[in-house]
């Protein structure tokens, strides 16, 4: 569905469905639905298409680094966040440093959940204290009234 129509939203595709969007939201994060749906874009986008904008993607990159590269070697000084943004672009490039889990990351591993019914209060009471009384106690400190004055 998001294929033939990759203009739907979230939650139109919860709708059709019959899932919050929440849970659509989540499946279409997961890695295995990343990596299902670049499969299905691969047979179906043109490669040659695909290969052009590849390409000019790497001129664009390549003229980038080439305009960094003369601005930081320039007579003009440039300013500290430009250093440190053109050092953290060309760190990432290289691979360096920590990773973005969403972005580039390694693979994430789904965990699925069965979280049972909220129970009641008397249920959770009779459940967790092994016959110990359900009446509510009043641990607050108590403190001494004050002396008398004499």
């Given at each position: 569905?998001?294929?033939?129509?990759?203009?739907?939203?979230?939650?139109?595709?919860?709708?059709?469905?019959?899932?919050?969007?929440?849970?659509?939201?989540?499946m279409?994060?997961?890695?295995?639905?990343?990596?299902?749906?670049?499969?299905?874009?691969?047979?179906?986008?043109?490669?040659?298409?695909?290969?052009?904008?590849?390409?000019r993607?790497?001129?664009?990159?390549?003229?980038?680094?080439?305009?960094?590269?003369?601005?930081?070697?320039?007579?003009?000084?440039?300013?500290?966040?430009?250093?440190?943004?053109?050092?953290?672009?060309?760190?990432?490039?290289?691979?360096?440093?920590?990773?973005?889990?969403?972005?580039?990351?390694?693979?994430?591993?789904?965990?699925?959940?069965?979280?049972?019914?909220?129970?009641?209060?008397?249920?959770?009471?009779a459940?967790?204290?092994?016959?110990?009384?359900?009446?509510?106690?009043?641990?607050?400190?108590?403190?001494p009234?004050?002396?008398?004055?004499?």
């Amino acid at each position: 569905m998001m294929v033939a129509e990759p203009k739907l939203d979230q939650n139109t595709i919860a709708r059709h469905f019959g899932y919050s969007a929440a849970w659509v939201s989540t499946m279409i994060n997961s890695d295995a639905f990343q990596a299902a749906l670049a499969c299905r874009k691969e047979e179906i986008i043109n490669p040659a298409l695909r290969a052009t904008v590849e390409a000019r993607f790497k001129a664009i990159a390549q003229l980038s680094l080439d305009r960094m590269i003369e601005k930081l070697s320039g007579p003009i000084a440039p300013t500290d966040a430009f250093i440190l943004k053109s050092a953290e672009l060309a760190k990432d490039a290289l691979g360096y440093g920590a990773r973005n889990v969403q972005g580039n990351g390694g693979p994430q591993v789904a965990v699925i959940v069965n979280v049972p019914a909220k129970a009641t209060q008397d249920e959770w009471v009779a459940r967790y204290t092994r016959g110990a009384s359900s009446e509510v106690v009043d641990v607050a400190p108590t403190v001494p009234p004050p002396a008398e004055p004499k």
